[in-house]
C-alpha cells in the first residue's frame, strides 16, 4: 500500500472515530489502516476514541494491535488512552483499555504527569475510580 493510500485509510478512521461510526472503523481497518497511525497533529486513534468515549471503537483498535500504553501527543490531546477516558469518567472505555494491558499506574508526559487515577478522582468520576483502583492503580504510593 502506498502512502497516499495509507493517509486516505487514516483520515477515514479518524473521521468514523468522533460520530461512533463502528462499521467504518471496521471498514478501515480491514482496508488495511494502522491503528496505531497518528494524525498530522501527532493524535494516535485510540486516544481519539478513549477521550470521546467511543469505547467499542477503543476495542476495535486495540483488537487491530492499537498499543494502549502509547502516548498521543496532539495539540491538546497529549498523553495515554487511559488517562483521557479516566479524565471524562468514560468507566466503559477504561475497561476495554485495562483489559488490553493498559497499565493503571502509568503516568502521562512520559512517566512525570497524572496517573489515570489521579484524573478520575480529580473529576470525581467515582465509577472510573472503582474500576482502576480493582484494577490496582494508586497514587502517591497508596491505593485510594
Known sequence: MNHRQRKKLSRRLFNAIPVG???????????GADPEQVDGEGTTPLYAASVQGQAEIARLLLA??????????GLGAEGTPLCAAACWGHTETVRELLAYGADP???EDHGTGWSPLEWADNGRHLAT????????AVTGGRAM
Do not use: K, M
Not at 463502528?22 to 481497518?29: G, N, W
Open 21 to 31: 461510526d463502528t462499521t467504518a472503523v471496521q471498514a478501515a481497518l480491514r482496508a
Open 64 to 73: 487491530a494491535g492499537a498499543s494502549p500504553g502509547i502516548e498521543s501527543s
Open 105 to 107: 499506574n502509568a503516568r
Open 129 to 136: 475510580v472503582a474500576v482502576l483502583t480493582a484494577a490496582g
